[in-house]
């Protein structure tokens, strides 16, 4: 079985790729951004009729936090939008009849019952700091839906809450808000610094999942026998969340940042800046019922994510 990964040097790529490899699976097509851009129709169109995969795993996207959605609004959604457009469209034109796209928690309406059920999505008005990039999304998943209906294939959606890792983006201002606090707590103890400023009021809950577990998810998903998982999911409303369905708030995130980095400054919020919604957790009880839960810790997995940034902070995105 022949398996595209698509974005493969992202952080949920590669957390896919590496687990894919340590399966055993070797047969693994990937392309980098130069060698094949997904937003080129006639790109992937070559591609795909030349490599004829078994799977695809779509797990390239343009991402940014609230900063770079605010900042960037045409880009996220043309990009996004044109990756799943082209990539789906593609696959199902040479024959490839199980398909797995990451989404993301963003989906989800701003004013939603929590936690956030699969059953919430278009019930309401999306956040608008992040709209772009979940309409987008949003669209991945009736791309699967819809050639699941009219031609029989197999394609499936998993939303992810917020993830963190090896791999993330660590950039002052595009990045998301782990990272970002990860790299200003870092610089802040290095510079002796006696504040760090966080944006927004503190008050905001999320939750936080390892991309080593979203790989393991994302995997599980997409092997689930299809009896198994058409009986959790319905055909038009057949993504899956996977997170923890735990959270904290930002200022309790901030707190376990510091303790982990070592800084011992003051923290202080600017509540100038947006807070986004004021609270994101996933209902994970249907992929609970298929027989997947997350294993690894917020705490286990940040002093996994520091240890990362030290080891590769002059190679990551700044």
Known sequence: MRIYLAGHRGMVGGAIHRRLLSAGVHDVIVRTHAELDLTDQVAVREFMQAERPDVVILAAAKVGGIHANNTYPAEFIHANLMIECNTIHEAFRAGVTRLLQLGSSCIYPKQVPQPMSEDALLTGVLEATNEPYAIAKIAGIKLCESYNRQYGVDYRSVMPTNLYGPGDNFHATNSHVLPALIRRFHEAKEQGAEEVVIWGSGRPRREFLHVDDMAEASLFVLDLPFDTYARETQPMLSHINVGTGSDVTIQELAETVADITGYSGRLTYDTTKPDGTMRKLMDV???????????????????????????????VRH
């Open 285 to 315: 009880s249907r992929l609970a019922r298929l027989g997947w839960t997350a294993r690894i810790s917020l705490g286990e997995g940040l002093r996994q994510t520091y240890a990362w940034y030290l080891a590769n902070r002059d190679n």
